[in-house]
């Protein structure tokens, strides 16, 4: 008897926990992805369920459902990802995935802060908690803009990961890559401060960020903590975590920071994730020539 479609979908998530070191929340989205796929071929449903025919017509039907063209993407890479996986294991034939049309990615820009927000948001003073926790908040947003940090890196950084000395951040980035980021000065001196408030709790192997009971911050108070800075702000926009590693990078290349040396920080696998930065330093690029030179304006 043919193996079905959701046994092969098992043994490719049970691959993914351990082989390749993909973090909860992935997990989930290829989870969820795949069982929309196997809902779509019928349940208990063979392996030769997944053809190129039943491909075009899952994302036919996926387009047809009005879904945004990102989404649609999202979950072709993990089908694309899965049968991947069944050609390395000799399970298909054939690629299903050839010769079929995906839809182009929309060039959708990240949303940012300007400077001058940035800095507004920075001066800001959370209304809420002791001492001690607004130390903690401040240090949490300054480094966040400083290193461009993504949010589980920032909440899963140790003590012993800040180098106030060499003035660097060892971070464990995604696929367990681990990166060293500089740091700035304010930062820096808003981390003294924190570490000079909160209670020593244990040496280097202790969570840098953690909640009244010393316990690390999760996913979800992390975010709530940058909504509830950003609330203290006035008459600035909703800011997600994410926010500040966008504005990070867009105003280092603003500014004329090498976009290899960008990737770095950022810990981009690839240069073409980097670029989209660049969108606001030809902005400005064009906005200086026009200025300065002779026969510049009046295109």
Known sequence: MAESLGLWVQRFLAHLRGSRNVSPHTLRA?????GEFQKFASPGSPL?????????????????????????????????????YLLDQEALGGDPFLN?????????????????EME????ARSPVGGESLQR?????????????????????????????????VRVMGKGSRERVVPVGGAALQCLRDYMDSRKARGGGEQPLFSNAEGARLSDAGVAWIV????KAAAALKSV????????????????????????EMLGHRSLANTQ?????????????????????GGA
């Open 120 to 123: 507004k948001l920075l001066a």
């Open 227 to 230: 909504r509830r800075w950003t």
């Open 100 to 116: 079929v049309r995906l839809p182009k990615a929309e060039k959708k820009l990240p949303r940012l802060l300007t400077e001058s």
């Open 136 to 168: 903690r908040d401040r240090a949490m947003i300054e480094l966040f803009y400083s290193a461009g940090l993504r949010r589980s890196e920032l909440r899963g950084l140790n003590v012993g990961d800040v180098d106030f000395l060499g003035g660097v």
């Open 48 to 84: 030769s369920a997944l053809d190129r025919a039943r491909v075009r017509s899952w994302l036919a039907d996926l387009q047809g459902r009005g879904l945004a063209r990102s989404s649609v993407l999202r979950k072709a890479s993990s089908l694309r990802s899965f049968t991947s």
């Open 276 to 296: 989209i930065y660049t969108h606001l330093s030809l902005e400005r690029l064009r906005e200086v020539y026009e200025k300065s030179h002779p026969r510049g």
């Open 30 to 34: 290829y989870s969820g992805d795949l």
């Open 240 to 263: 997600s975590p994410h926010v500040f590693r966008h504005s990070f990078a867009t105003h280092l290349v603003s500014r004329g920071c090498d976009i290899r040396t960008v990737q």
